[in-house]
């Protein structure tokens, strides 16, 4: 079945443009995950959704970033006035129920802030 | 603070040969380890999930093990092949971080033929 897709495969944009990242988990997995890699940097976990209840955004870095779920389909990462060191491989995961379950991980956006 | 640490970061080794990869955290109140692939360019593959509850899972040519009291866990990777090659991640969940998963920075192998 399809895994989980992430769209722009990659995305350059300019120091205080806002960027809108889309994830799509795999259908019927009810949480999803957002995590960013910087360079030479390990994953950093930036906010979870799972089913209905209120996202968990204690990784969140600053009140820049924000993300949406619809359900539980579609995911959206807004990054607002980007800054250089926002540069990051930011990959979104879903899983099909919480904390005991296999992460399965889409491909990543690449994000470069000029 | 949760931390995760992977040694060695890098590792190199001929084709055939037997290898371990070394993971540590700091907390042993943990739901669950688990051991993820990356290749340049994409994203995590899952390899192997430990629940804190066991000590061992195996999948083909990978054998996992968790011990939660030395807060240590071990990737076995048996009759290595050169597509073997990619970097290898430990993420635990641990207890008290809430839903995030915290990773190591990994341990980037190579396998020649």
């Known amino acids: 079945g399809a895994g989980v897709s992430q769209s722009p495969s990659n995305k350059v944009t300019e120091k205080g443009k806002d960027v809108e990242l889309r994830c799509d988990p795999i259908s019927g997995h009810t949480a999803l995950y957002w995590y960013r890699q910087r360079l030479g940097q390990g994953l950093e976990f930036l906010i979870y959704f799972q089913g209905n209840s209120a996202p968990d955004k204690s990784g969140l870095p600053s009140d820049r970033f924000s993300a949406e779920r619809t359900g539980e389909s579609v995911s959206t990462l807004t990054i607002q006035r980007t800054q250089q060191e926002d540069s990051a491989v930011y990959l979104c995961?879903?899983?099909?129920?919480?904390?005991?379950?296999?992460?399965?991980f889409g491909p990543g956006t690449r994000l470069t802030v000029l | 603070k949760q931390e995760v640490t992977q040694i060695p970061a890098a590792l190199s080794v001929p084709e055939g040969e037997n290898l371990v990869l070394n993971c540590s955290f700091t907390?042993?109140?943990?739901?669950?380890l688990q051991w993820f692939r990356q290749d340049p360019g994409k994203g995590l593959t899952s390899l192997l999930l430990?629940?804190?509850?066991?000590r061992e899972q195996t999948s083909g040519r990978l054998n996992a093990s968790l011990d939660k009291s030395s807060g240590r866990s071990t990737l076995y990777i048996a009759a290595s092949q050169p597509g073997d090659s990619a970097t290898y991640l430990c993420?635990?969940?641990?207890?008290?971080?809430?839903?995030?998963?915290?990773f190591g920075k990994g341990t980037t192998l190579s396998v020649s033929s």
């Open positions: 995961a879903s899983s099909l129920g919480p904390l005991t379950d296999t992460q399965y």
């Open positions: 430990i629940q804190s509850s066991q």
């Open positions: 907390d042993s109140a943990i739901y669950n």
């Open positions: 993420a635990v969940s641990f207890s008290q971080a809430g839903t995030a998963l915290i």
